[in-house]
């Protein structure tokens, strides 16, 4: 009677703190999700509206001659297709190149493969800052200064690293039994990585995917310093037109915001359990 009492107490006790764990939790998110409510719903908002002297938490008229404007806006169709290019190309590269880096790190035993994971981790340190005059410099001396590519190399050469550190310990956790079996059956490096390596880490993939493609979205000073022409630049380098020396037009630039944060968004909904699996797990595998 007595432990049933104590189990009962201990039973209340842990039911409290889950409650008490959940409001705060709750009051974390609202707190971090806030700014995207905000963003949406002023972007919905008229011009009347937003610069009324009432603040309004949602819209009362509510209106879509925001977003309309924008995607009328020759400029920001060739913005949005720039960006789209951008970071196709720049995730296309990263994988290409990062891949089989991060296979032959975490399959074979590679000379100076601490002092070549130790410089993986100093690239990821480095600001885009110090490395736009010594990439400007390589990249004229190629002559693709004003192409997608110049970016796009740059955007990829920080993404490569992350996808080394972060698909090494899948490949390396990787049975060699399993290697054994496909040169059993006949297949060869190339084969047996496509066939066998590629899909059983199928998690970590998507996780480096999704990466280097925000990577590629989210550039800025990439895309301004090696693109000077206006028709090469990217949204996030656009969104300044809304702004004149008649006023800043919110309501734009909050559509244009809620545009260019919108993939983002669906991407980490839709895929959230793959990115987060593939994190957690390629941090700890060894």
């Not at 196709?88 to 601490?114: C, D, E, N, Q």
């Not at 310093?225 to 990217?234: D, L």
């Amino acid at each position: 009677m007595k432990g049933s009492k104590i189990k009962h107490i201990g039973f209340t006790k842990q039911r409290r703190r889950n409650i008490i764990g959940c409001f705060i939790s709750i009051l974390i998110a609202i707190v971090f999700l806030f700014p995207i409510y905000w963003l949406i719903i002023m972007s919905f908002k008229s011009d009347t509206e937003t610069f009324g002297k009432i603040l309004t938490y949602y819209p009362h008229k509510f209106t879509i001659d925001p977003w309309l404007e924008n995607f009328r806006d020759k400029d920001f169709l060739v913005s949005l297709r720039n960006s789209v290019v951008i970071a196709t190309l720049s995730m296309a590269l990263s994988l290409t190149l990062g891949i089989p880096a991060a296979y032959g790190m975490g399959r074979y035993r590679v000379p100076g493969r601490k002092a070549l994971l130790l410089t993986f981790l100093i690239t990821q340190m480095l600001p885009a800052s110090l490395m736009l005059t010594p990439m400007y410099l390589i990249f004229n001396n190629l002559n693709i200064l004003g192409t997608f590519f110049a970016p796009a190399i740059a955007i990829a050469s920080g993404s490569i690293p992350f996808i080394v550190i972060t698909l090494r310990p899948y490949f390396k956790s990787i049975p060699v039994s399993l290697d054994d079996a496909a040169r059993i059956d006949g297949c060869g490096v190339l084969k047996s990585f496509f066939k066998i390596m590629l899909p059983t880490i199928k998690t970590g993939i998507i996780t480096v995917t999704v990466i280097s493609f925000l990577n590629g979205w989210n550039d800025l000073a990439y895309s301004m310093t090696f693109n000077v022409e206006a028709k090469m630049r990217p949204l996030t380098a656009n969104i300044y037109k809304f702004q004149s020396k008649y006023g800043t037009r919110w309501n734009c630039i909050m559509a244009y915001g809620a545009i260019l944060v919108l993939p983002v968004i669906l991407i980490f909904v839709f895929l959230q359990k793959h990115i987060i699996g593939g994190l957690t797990a390629g941090a700890v595998k060894e």
